[in-house]
Nanobody, 128 residues
Framework: QLQLVESGGGLVQPGGSLRLSCAAS????????IGWFRQAPGKQREGVSC????????NYADSVKGRFTISRDNAKNTVYLQMNSLKPEDTAVYYC?????????????????????WGQGTQVTVSS
């Protein structure tokens, strides 16, 4: 059974940090480009970051550039999203998604329909 599972979400104060994990089962994550998305209440799902299967290229939304870092550990079949200097506007459900073909090389990574597999999401709440 092919599955992506996100974890690491929670409640954090503004300025704090969280590290999200995206673990794969049933397939080798290293063969896929992985995107992180988020969806706030009443808003569309938006692409936050992406990391290529080769781990050689990454992409970030302007709203998180300099604060979020995406990385992968293919030996653990896991991708991470380190989130620092969190703001209330980062509050959302965060999802990871996998695509077997290249997608991280430009802004097309932000297109929801391009991905083959999705996780169930993890809630991130930034509030004092």
């Amino acid at each position: 059974q092919l599955q992506l599972v996100e974890s690491g979400g929670g409640l954090v104060q503004p300025g704090g940090s969280l590290r999200l994990s995206c673990a794969a089962s049933g397939f080798t994550l290293g063969n896929y480009d992985i995107g992180w998305f988020r969806q706030a209440p009443g808003k569309q799902r938006e692409g936050v970051s992406c990391i290529a299967s080769s781990a050689g290229s990454t992409n970030y939304a302007d709203s998180v550039k300099g604060r979020f870092t995406i990385s992968r550990d293919n030996a653990k079949n896991t991708v991470y999203l380190q989130m620092n200097s969190l703001k209330p506007e980062d509050t959302a459900v965060y999802y990871c998604a996998a695509r077997s073909a290249r997608v991280c090389y430009d802004a097309s990574y932000r297109t929801v329909g391009r991905y083959d597999y999705w996780g169930q999401g993890t809630q991130v709440t930034v509030s004092s």
